[in-house]
């Protein structure tokens, strides 16, 4: 039974790339990934001309189906042009049927080389399985972002006296004890709302309180990191948490004051953004306000006034304006107080006509006396 046995197919096998000494001189390891890259390539040089050759015959294969689909047709018509075109469509069935015999005979040549070609680490075998099943608990399917907010406004709703109780203790045992009782609290929510409420004592200047809360933040923090690396429920891992920290080696302790000096950073950034963008809301309002009846800001309009100008309204010197604005050019005057009355810097007389070339031509005595109680500074 053993001499029936043909060993011969073992005798070119190319297990590896890295069998061979190599001279001390040589980079050994470059050797074996260029020996590797060769061989790999020169395969997938051979596998694509395998796919050219069954690609070639499989469209000779169709060309020659619609020849002899085509000569049956004609064959079966009895006009004298069918008869003429019959032998040329014969002509073309017999080379399709010779193209076909060459095609079939190179994939059997390719096939004959394929046999020959030594075995080596990637063609010996070949998975079995090309994936793993593991039995664990499916990810919940994401939420929304608009169910996100609806659950942590619930939660906070719900909670939110708890949270602030929490985000107050200093003690790690005090921490442990109140998540103890209340381990509800060791959640997202609790984290995220922990986060902002750091930011609102930062723009109170609350500075201490904030550093505080900012430490119940990361303590939050580092629980739900330690639940997502085990794949556990946080309120099932947070005392395995405190036991890390209370006895920790220094590379953990200042992991852990790290992240904290971080957080406490990021929520001054956040915090002075929100104080800018406040600042810029109100000062926007204050403009609103002070608009005048041409839409203008009295203040923007003052700035581009001359010098000249300028100093008689601080001086509230009518006389003074009078005697600047006629030194000036007509129409610049014009202009400088068409801005004034548009911005309720200047307000003319009211017996003054409404028009508007009228009242920019208004003279300053027409409106002298009405100059020191509705002028804005």
Not at 45 to 70: H, N, S, W
Not at 101 to 118: A, D, N
Not at 147 to 159: A, G, L, N, R
Request: with cysteine.
């Amino acid at each position: 039974i053993m001499s029936g046995i043909d060993y011969s197919v073992w005798d070119h096998i190319e297990v590896s790339d890295d069998e061979d000494d190599t001279h001390p001189n040589i980079d050994t390891p470059s050797l074996f990934r260029w020996r590797h890259q060769a061989r790999v390539e020169r395969m997938e040089e051979f596998q694509k001309k395998g796919d050219e050759l069954d690609k070639g015959l499989a469209e000779c294969k169709r060309k020659l189906a619609d020849a002899q689909k085509k000569t049956k047709e004609l064959a079966n018509s009895a006009t004298d042009d069918a008869k003429a075109e019959l032998s040329k469509a014969q002509a073309e069935e017999k080379k399709l049927k010779k193209e076909e015999r060459e095609w079939e005979k190179k994939i059997e040549e390719h096939r004959r080389e394929e046999k020959k070609m030594p075995w080596n680490v990637d063609t010996l075998s070949k998975e079995g399985f090309s994936k793993s099943i593991v039995n664990v608990k499916p990810d919940p399917s994401e939420e929304t972002e608009e169910e996100k907010e609806q659950k942590h406004k619930t939660f906070v709703d719900k909670y939110e006296k708890e949270i602030k109780h929490f985000g107050m203790l200093r003690r790690w045992d005090d921490s442990q004890k109140y998540l103890s009782d209340n381990p509800h609290l060791v959640c997202e929510e609790t984290a995220n709302y922990l986060v902002i409420m750091c930011i609102d004592l930062e723009v109170e200047e609350k500075h201490a309180l904030m550093e505080q809360v900012a430490h119940q933040t990361i303590v939050m923090q580092f629980i739900l990191e330690l639940a997502k690396s085990l794949k556990v429920d946080p309120r099932g891992c947070f005392r395995q948490f405190f036991t890390k920290i209370k006895t920790a080696d220094q590379q953990y302790q200042d992991a852990f004051n790290d992240e904290l000096e971080s957080f406490k950073e990021r929520v001054r950034g956040r915090a002075k953004i929100r104080i800018e963008k406040a600042m810029k809301e109100y000062e926007e309002e204050e403009r609103q306000k002070r608009l005048g009846p041409g839409g203008l800001d009295p203040v923007d309009v003052y700035e581009s006034l001359p010098a000249e100008m300028q100093k008689c309204f601080d001086e509230k010197d009518i006389q003074m304006l009078q005697d600047v604005i006629s030194k000036m050019d007509p129409t610049e005057a014009k202009a400088h107080m068409k801005r004034c009355i548009d911005s309720g810097l200047w307000v003319p007389n009211s017996k003054v006509d409404d028009g508007d070339d009228k009242e920019e031509d208004a003279t300053y005595e027409e409106v002298k006396h009405e100059m020191e109680e509705n002028k804005k500074e």
